[in-house]
């Protein structure tokens, strides 16, 4: 009995010991791989998404940065012989992202993240903030002209389809519709000069995952841009919707319906640049040559003459390197 009693007491023992032994090696056995599947899971999400956004967008005119796959991008320069456009991207999805120049001012713009998911750096460039809210991912994309592209994919017909967007605006600069549906920052014009437009919001868009738009609007609510997205039982999600901002890369002249008819027989009439250069004075002087110089004077013209003739006003974008990037007549 007693050898009994001590065999199972010895046998008793063992089982503890070999309970906790096992239990042991069974919990640090898998909690190394717990580990790394929580990273394996995290990339293939950040990868995932990535994916879904760079179908919708392309990846050409992503800018290039130092931070490694896997992290979060921080800093994106563009530069050029007149400056240089730093975008800021935020680390997490309630951040903020930042678009600066050399001159110190610079445009904030917070992402619509509920969750306070760190960015990650995948596929081509893009930072993807995944699950950063329910059923949705945000992204962000530094542009190669200085801009940057905040994305919001709706994973699925759960996903809110309203997204709000907080603006930083520098001081004395508004937003101002630009009659398509998009948004021109306009710096308060000093002196009499035309209004100059500093930076741009442009006209949203979304897709589906069948390539399919889906219709999407802006509107301003105090200091934020909400954008609502309108899916309905024929979409195929996921749903990718792009506000895509600009700020300090290109400079735009705006001229009122009065300055339009004012200078409209000259502009039709003008027969060299420097006679075109000329009727508008500084700094809208640079503007008109720039046209000239691109080689573009008939379409500048045609836009001018349109504007008069209906009544509109005149935009004329010109980039921080001179090249002439376009005009437009707008309703104002």
Not at 89 to 97: D, I
Not at 105 to 126: C, F, H, I, M, Q
Request: with cysteine; charged share 15%; proline share 5%.
């Amino acid at each position: 009995m007693q050898t009994s009693t001590t065999i199972r007491r010895k046998s008793s023992r063992l089982t503890a010991a070999t309970v906790a032994v096992t239990a042991a090696a069974a919990l640090l056995a898998s909690a190394l791989p717990a580990h790394a599947q929580v990273s394996t899971n995290r990339a293939g999400n950040a990868s995932q998404a990535a994916a879904v956004v760079e179908r919708a967008t392309g990846t050409a005119d992503i800018a290039s940065s130092t931070a490694a796959p896997g992290t979060p991008l921080t800093r994106t320069v563009t530069t050029t012989k007149d400056g240089a456009i730093t975008v800021t991207t935020p680390g997490t999805a309630t951040g903020t992202l930042n678009s600066g120049t050399d001159s110190g001012s610079s445009l904030g713009l917070t992402l619509p993240g509920t969750r306070d998911v760190e960015g990650v750096k995948a596929g081509a460039g893009t930072v993807v903030y995944p699950d950063a809210a329910p059923h949705t991912d945000l992204a962000v994309q530094p542009t190669t002209d200085g801009g940057a592209r905040t994305l919001v994919t709706l994973k699925d017909a759960k996903a809110p389809t309203s997204q709000r967007f907080k603006l930083d605006l520098p001081e004395g600069t508004k937003a101002v519709s630009d009659g398509e549906g998009g948004y021109d920052l306009i710096r308060e014009s000093q002196g009499g000069e035309p209004g100059l437009v500093v930076g741009a919001i442009d006209a949203p868009w979304a897709k589906d995952a069948n390539g399919r738009k889906v219709s999407t609007v802006y509107r301003l609510d105090g200091n934020s841009l909400i954008q609502t997205i309108e899916t309905n039982e024929t979409t195929a999600f996921p749903v990718v919707a792009d506000p895509e901002v600009s700020y300090g890369w290109n400079v735009y002249f705006r001229f009122s319906k009065a300055e339009v008819k004012k200078y409209a027989p000259k502009v039709r009439y003008a027969a060299s640049g420097a006679a075109l250069c000329g009727f508008l004075g500084v700094p809208a002087a640079a503007v008109a040559c720039g046209v000239i110089a691109g080689g573009t004077l008939t379409h500048f013209q045609g836009v001018w003459s349109s504007a008069a003739t209906y009544n509109k006003c005149v935009e004329v974008k010109i980039g921080y390197t001179g090249i002439y990037g376009g005009a437009k007549n707008y309703k104002c």
